[in-house]
């Protein structure tokens, strides 16, 4: 565990490093939630009664998913580990005493906290004093607010451990810009990330929340809003646990397979 | 030209040496661009209309948008590799080139799995020019093309400004991303859409609506300014200031010694 920690540790000082980026970043996003909430404002102004969920906690999902973007985007991935598995240098990575899948697996959590880290903050203090139904509102109580870290927590699992999967694919194909824009795309929609799941049509919205895509952004940011709590939320967290476990679980098995048939390109 | 035709080719074949994934890129390509229509279908079978449109007609506008973003990113999309040129001081190769240093980076990565894009975005034309109820006269379907031209036009001004910027900070500026993919993002909504400050902004400052919201208020009748028609090609001035701006970085280059 001490190792992987320090696997975390040297990444996260690494991107910390690029702070004018996140400031640039941070500049974006908040355009980009502007403009999403001036969207769904006028969508919202035409047809109040049809809109699926109150228009303030919109607003706050539509910040947290800005200031959360590093931990959730499923279209970010670690050039290092995607360059080391088509250069070659893979090879060095598995002489290594180190479980590769771990060492992977830290690597990409530790960049993403890093990143989220940098920008969350004045995102979420600017969004806090924002007028009126744009801005971030607080969770309703405590239990949402517990149930919000958790889930937080385990969403990155997620996301993290589905890269793995794709990272592994990447063992067969060598160029996986492809790949990955195929598999990110997918869990990005069905993550809520474009629109939120309650936007979705009843029946596509009931399997939707099923799949592991459900346990990314969309399970967090739904409990800190408040519009799922109670029991919903306990089955909501279960969920999350059970799809974390099976995605790390299958993410293994498919690189121990892939690494026995490895075949290290000279060079 | 002859030149740009062979660098062309050269590109074509390095990109199909790993065919799955090239295929594979376009077919992405093709279902990124899908999860911003499935949005649009799951938003309007809710709603019916949007400020005024229906979602044929909100299709007809995102499918220009993509169309005019997939031929800007096709060609100029070299733009966006240049932080990295900078700081690996390729560009400084460039430069004792023969040849202009916008025609190398043109020429230099073209993207063909943007096809992929292009490709939905030709069905959905498609589809919405005969769904949204237009009756396709002859001005109105010069409009239309010029609408998709000079749109590409305006785009790779902003992809010269964010090259620009980069004689000045070296790192490629996230900001400019909110014109770029943001203005094909945000650009499937007519631009009224956000209000009036932002329609104000994307009309006198960065030029978008020119290309998007005024021309399709006239093709789609609710306004009858043939002026509007014209917009398109006025926006196109817009790179004259992008171009000045990127003239202006070059002379104040240094390198970064690498």
């Known amino acids: 565990m001490k190792v992987y920690l320090s696997v975390f540790k040297i990444r996260f000082s690494a991107v910390i490093q690029y702070r004018a980026a996140a400031l640039a970043g941070i500049a974006t996003q908040f355009a980009w ?10 969508i919202y102004s035409g047809n109040e009664s049809g809109f699926p969920m109150p228009f303030s906690q ?8 800005q200031a959360f973007l590093a931990l959730f985007m499923t279209w970010f991935y670690d050039r290092d580990i995607l360059d080391a598995i088509s250069s070659g240098n893979i090879s060095y990575e598995l002489s290594r005493p180190l479980d590769l899948y771990g060492r992977w697996f830290f ?4 960049n993403r906290v890093a990143r989220a880290l940098l920008r969350c903050a004045p995102i979420l203090v600017v969004a806090f004093f924002l007028p009126g139904p744009f801005r971030l509102s607080l969770p ?10 958790v889930s937080l927590a385990l969403g990155l699992g997620v996301v993290v451990a589905f890269g793995m999967l794709i990272y592994t694919l990447t063992f067969y194909t060598l160029s996986s810009t492809g790949l990955w824009a195929v598999f990110a795309m997918l869990a990005d929609f069905m993550s809520g990330s474009v629109i939120p799941l309650p936007f979705f049509p009843s029946g596509i919205r009931k399997i939707a929340e099923l799949l592991p895509f459900a346990s990314m952004q969309n399970l967090p940011l739904r409990i800190y809003v408040g519009n799922i709590a109670g029991s919903d939320m306990l089955i909501g967290l279960v969920l999350q646990c059970f799809w974390l476990l ?3 679980i299958f993410g293994r098995l498919i690189m121990r397979r892939a690494l026995t048939k490895v075949t290290v390109h000279g060079g | 030209m002859k030149l740009y035709g062979k660098f062309f080719l050269i590109n074509l074949q390095s990109q199909m040496q790993y065919k799955v994934s090239f295929f594979l890129t376009i077919a992405g390509q093709f279902l990124a661009s899908i999860s911003t229509f499935l949005s649009l279908l799951f938003i309007f079978s809710r709603f019916p209309e949007i400020k005024g449109f229906t979602l044929n007609q909100v299709l007809l506008c995102f499918a220009v948008v993509q169309m005019a973003f997939s031929f800007a990113e096709c060609f100029a999309r070299g733009f966006d590799r240049f932080p990295s040129m900078i700081s690996n001081g390729e560009f400084d190769r460039v430069m004792v080139r023969p040849r202009s240093a916008i025609f190398q980076i043109m020429a230099y990565k073209m993207e063909f799995a943007r096809l992929g894009r ?15 109820g237009v009756f396709w006269s002859l001005s109105k379907l010069a409009v239309l093309f010029l609408m998709i031209i000079c749109g590409s036009i305006i785009i790779t001004g902003l992809f010269l400004v964010y090259a620009g910027l980069t004689f000045f900070t070296v790192e490629g500026l996230e900001f400019m991303n909110i014109l770029t993919d943001g203005g094909r993002e945000f650009g499937r909504y007519p631009f009224s859409v956000y209000g009036k400050e932002v329609l104000k902004f994307l009309t006198y400052v960065v030029p978008l609506a020119l290309y998007q919201y005024y021309p399709l208020m006239y093709l789609l009748g609710k306004s009858d300014k043939i002026l509007y028609g014209f917009l398109p090609p006025i926006g196109t001035l817009f790179i004259l200031p992008c171009f000045a701006f990127w003239r202006f970085g070059l002379h104040r280059y240094k390198s970064t010694g690498s």
């Open chain 1, 33 to 42: 939630g502007f403009l999403e909430i001036f969207a769904f404002r006028t």
């Open chain 1, 58 to 65: 919109l607003s706050s999902y539509i910040w947290l998913q």
């Open chain 1, 107 to 110: 690597q990409t959590a530790a």
């Open chain 1, 140 to 149: 309703e109580n405590g239990v949402q607010a517990l149930g919000f870290l």
């Open chain 1, 246 to 248: 099976s995605l790390v």
């Open chain 2, 118 to 132: 292009f490709f939905q975005s030709l069905c959905m034309l498609i589809y919405a020019m005969i769904a949204c």
